[in-house]
Nanobody, 129 residues
Framework: QVQLVESGGGLVQPGESLRLSCASS????????IGWFRQAPGKEREGVSC????????FSADDVKGRFTISRGKNKNTEYLKKRNLKPKDTAVYYC??????????????????????WGQGTQVTVSS
């Protein structure tokens, strides 16, 4: 059974940094395209950053480029999302997920919800002064 567990969220002030972690059981994360998505209150879930399973290329949404970095962990069951210069608009629940079989995987803009499945429970990130 595939299980993904996110951690590292919290309350931070604008301009600060956080690193989110995603740990897997039941699969080896690095064999798959992995995506980080977020969902703010009242909004749809959206792609943030993802890593391709083919060549580990990464893609991010325009409003996080240069601030968020997705990376594979040394442990093949771990994936990270390093976030710096956080803004209040980054407040959301952040989810780690793996690609669906037959889906498009990691694509430009950080990936699409319909191409990913096996969602974790999410970790809350709140950016506020």
């Amino acid at each position: 059974q595939v299980q993904l567990v996110e951690s590292g969220g919290g309350l931070v002030q604008p301009g600060e940094s956080l690193r989110l972690s995603c740990a897997s059981s039941g699969i080896t994360l690095h064999f798959y395209a992995i995506g980080w998505f977020r969902q703010a209150p009242g909004k749809e879930r959206e792609g943030v950053s993802c890593t391709s399973s083919i060549d580990d290329r990464t893609f991010s949404a325009d409003d996080v480029k240069g601030r968020f970095t997705i990376s594979r962990g040394k442990n093949k069951n771990t994936e990270y999302l390093k976030k710096r210069n956080l803004k209040p608009k980054d407040t959301a629940v952040y989810y780690c997920t793996k690609e669906k079989p037959g889906g498009m995987g990691c694509t430009a803009g950080g990936g699409s919800v319909e191409d990913f499945g096996s969602w974790g429970q999410g970790t809350q990130v709140t950016v506020s002064s």
